[in-house]
C-alpha cells in the first residue's frame, strides 16, 4: 500500500514544520490552519483512523495523548485552553487515512463543532 502524506512526513521524505517527535509520534503544524494554533500528531504506526485501533494500540494512544497535551502546553495554551480532534470517517470529515489528532487552539472554539 503506498504511504500517506502523514506517513511519508514521519519518515522524513515531506517537509513539515515539526513540534516534537520521539519513537512513536511525530506532531507538526497543519498546512492549511483552522485557528491560531493547529497543530497534527499522529503515530509513526500506520493505523488508519480511530475505528480501526486494536487493543494492541492502546500504549501508542495513551503516549500520543500524554505528548499532545505537552505540545499544546508547549504552544502556550495551558491557560486558555484547547481542543483534541480525531475525525473518523467520511461523516466526520476523514481526508487523510492516517490517524491524526488535531490540537486546536489560541481562538474561542465554537460547540457543537459544525
Ligand atoms: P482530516 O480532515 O483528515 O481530519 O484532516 C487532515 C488535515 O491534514 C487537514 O487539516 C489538512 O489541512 C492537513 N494536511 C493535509 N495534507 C497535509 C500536508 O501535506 N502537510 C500538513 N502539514 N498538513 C496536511
Known sequence: MS????????DGELPARIV????????FHDINPQAPVHVLIVPRKPIRNLASVTPEDAPILGHLMVKAAEVA???????TGWRMV???????????PHLHGHI????????PPG
Open 3 to 10: 504511504k500517506t502524506v502523514f506517513q511519508k512526513i514521519a
Open 20 to 27: 516534537y517527535q520521539d519513537e512513536l509520534v511525530v506532531a
Open 73 to 79: 502546553q508547549q504552544l502556550g495554551l495551558g491557560a
Open 86 to 96: 480525531f475525525n473518523s470517517g467520511p461523516d466526520a470529515g476523514e481526508a487523510v
Open 104 to 111: 486546536l487552539g489560541g481562538r474561542h472554539l465554537g460547540w
